[in-house]
């Protein structure tokens, strides 16, 4: 098969789309198709990524991008004639869209969403942006899943959504996976596992970023103090957000008490995982993510918002985890009483070790993947 992956960010930057679109992409080298990313421009200088140049300005990065995304398409469509579009998130799909329309080729699009764009995109943000850039981002949302010729889904809750505009047929859910040989307990490192020292760690592995959330995890923490001191919060991850976090943690007076750690590899952040005793994912949209499944695989325990997508995992069995509401006065109750020893850990994390490896193998689900690629040129 001829397969375009058209992606807004790709390997080296950073995040769980990126990791899927990089996996996927290996997946398919390995198996012999002919793969080739877009993405925007970063100087990678690979032959299989063709780079889309934009102007780094906020509110004008994905139009540019767009734009030039689709006049790069056009000239492919003509000249290589894809098999398969595989678009990730709703702009390069419209960029998809707008050059299959252009060309009249008959090129299967197929988008995966990795969660509803224009719910994150809003989230925190004052009301008269919700009403103007984020009804815009909506609309061009469901225009690129009403125009996709077959949605993947990553998860039941944004499947429900987009049941709204499309029949069932033409959309699948396919998880996220987890690589079982980098996410498991016993890989670890010296140097991290000292770091904690006779700390109770509990680790936010997260992107920073307003949508995941991070903001309810430290007002937890510092609610935590008043009962359990000798603790720390560890946020793993670098991103936009990075500034006002630090800030809150000022005004809280937890300084020496939370630790940023900045962006690490994937590679690095079993290290961190390994060496905490709690996995905190606080997300107001939904905690069913690429972490959630690696902390799970390393055989950790992992208190959750109980929002969104979170009860996808959840729902496999009914104890994986444990939850709690998106307050934050429940959310430092939960950590108290999971430290306390309140619930039969051992059992919640050996139900979700099962789950993790019975559930979301990578080859697995790669395979389901490219049984949708299969079936769509069939029915072209």
């Known amino acids: 098969m001829n397969i375009f992956i058209l992606c807004d960010y790709y390997p080296p930057s950073r995040g769980g789309i990126q990791t899927h679109c990089y996996e996927l992409t290996e997946y398919l080298k390995k198996n012999g198709d002919s793969v080739t990313v877009f993405t925007k421009k970063m100087n990678r200088n690979k032959e299989h990524i063709r780079e889309a140049p934009f102007i780094d300005i906020k509110y ?57 764009v224009a719910e994150s995109t809003v989230t925190g943000r004052p009301f008269i942006y919700r009403k103007t850039f984020g009804a815009l981002t909506k609309f061009l949302e469901i225009y690129s899943i009403k125009n996709s010729d077959f949605v993947i889904s990553v998860d039941k809750y944004f499947e429900e959504y987009a049941l709204k505009y499309i029949p069932r047929a033409k959309i699948k859910t396919i998880p996220n996976w987890v690589d079982t040989d980098i996410f498991n307990k016993n890989n670890t490192k010296n140097e991290i596992e000292e770091l904690s020292g006779r700390s109770i760690i509990i680790c936010c592995p997260r992107r920073l970023d307003k949508k995941n959330g991070l903001e309810y995890s430290i007002k937890a923490f510092a609610l935590l103090q008043k009962y359990i001191k000798n603790s720390k919060l560890w946020l793993v991850g670098g991103g936009d957000y990075e500034s006002p976090l630090r800030k809150l943690v000022k005004e809280l007076s937890l300084e020496d008490k939370v630790v940023f750690f900045g962006y690490k590899r994937r590679e690095e952040m079993p290290y961190y995982m390994n060496a905490s005793d709690i996995i905190l994912l606080t997300s107001p949209l939904g905690n069913f993510c690429f972490t959630l499944l690696e902390a799970l695989a390393c055989d950790k325990i992992v208190v959750a918002t109980n929002v969104g997508n979170t009860l996808d995992f959840q729902n496999i069995n009914s104890n994986t ?26 059992k919640i994390q050996k139900a979700a070790l099962e789950a993790v490896k019975n559930n979301y193998s990578k080859d697995v689900l790669l395979k389901k993947i490219t049984g949708v690629y299969e079936k769509q040129i069939k029915s072209k």
């Open 321 to 346: 985890m444990i939850l709690c509401e998106q307050e934050i006065n429940d959310i430092a109750r939960t950590l108290k009483n999971t430290i306390d020893g309140r619930y039969k850990t051992d």
């Open 60 to 116: 004008l990065r994905g139009l540019s991008s767009m734009l030039s995304l689709t006049i790069f398409l056009i000239k492919a469509f003509l000249k290589e004639k894809p098999d398969i579009v595989h678009s990730h998130s709703y702009q390069p799909t419209l960029a998809a869209i707008l050059a299959k329309k252009i060309t009249k080729t008959k090129v299967q699009i197929v988008m995966t969403s990795h969660g509803a």
